[in-house]
């Protein structure tokens, strides 16, 4: 049972460049979430998705798009990266609502 | 929306001794209340959790109290090991299908032998 996966563990771009964060679960789950987490500030909030098809904001949405087309995937999509955005990405899953949510390892990136 | 505030952000205990971190949040309508340790390069993972009908629950070392009226609510460790090292952060929600999951901005426990 793998639980929450992201991809990749590490990634480096350049300002201006795009790419996107993988996020998967394999237990079913029909809530999911993005946080970023950045030294003295803890976990905040990015996009959330109560189930396939719906998605809405968080605390600090902007610069990132999301998509939910499966229940198993929920994607983060950064447009153009910024070096505000170096930072640490958790993506989380829970059953219904966000309650006894279940973290992935994080993915740790670095604008430049 | 909702604001979670929790302290302190450092706390540094002798092994054996015990250790509270207490959060206060803003919406009167939360009603679930999740802690999250999290180790060193791993992501947070879920070591107990409360809801609004209960006033405290315990499980083994660790034990959570919630008052709703005063809008706090704490995390007490018994009997602190070396192991029990990291970084934890209180959460809110109101609990429903559709609403967020608020954290607030952890405390690094160090527990020294």
């Known amino acids: 049972n793998a639980g929450v996966t992201q991809t990749p563990k590490f990634q480096v771009l350049k300002t201006g460049q795009s790419m996107t964060l993988q996020c998967a679960q394999d237990m079913n789950h029909e809530y999911m979430s993005w946080y970023r987490q950045d030294p003295g500030m803890g976990l905040r909030l990015i996009h959330y998705?109560?189930?396939?098809?719906?998605?809405d904001q968080g605390e600090v949405p902007n610069g990132y798009n999301v998509s939910r087309s499966t229940t198993e995937d929920f994607p983060l999509r950064l447009l153009s990266a910024a070096p505000s955005q170096t930072s640490v990405y958790f993506c989380a899953s829970s059953r219904t609502g966000p309650t006894e949510a279940f973290f992935g390892q994080g993915t740790r990136l670095t604008v430049v | 929306g909702e604001n979670v505030e929790q302290h302190p952000s450092t706390l540094s205990v002798q092994e054996g001794d015990s250790a509270v971190i207490k959060c206060t949040y803003s919406?009167?309508?939360?009603?679930?209340f999740p802690w999250y340790k999290q180790e060193l390069g791993k992501g947070p993972q879920l070591i107990i959790d409360?809801?609004?009908?209960?006033g405290e629950k315990k499980d083994q070392r660790i034990a959570v109290t919630l008052n709703k009226t005063a809008k706090h609510f704490s995390l007490h460790i018994t009997e602190t090991q070396p192991e029990d090292s990291a970084v934890y952060f209180c959460a809110a929600s109101r609990g429903w299908d559709t609403d967020k999951l608020i954290f607030g901005t952890g405390t690094r426990l160090q527990v020294f032998p």
């Open positions: 998705s109560v189930g396939a098809g719906i998605t």
């Open positions: 919406d009167s309508a939360s009603n679930y």
């Open positions: 409360i809801r609004s009908n209960v």
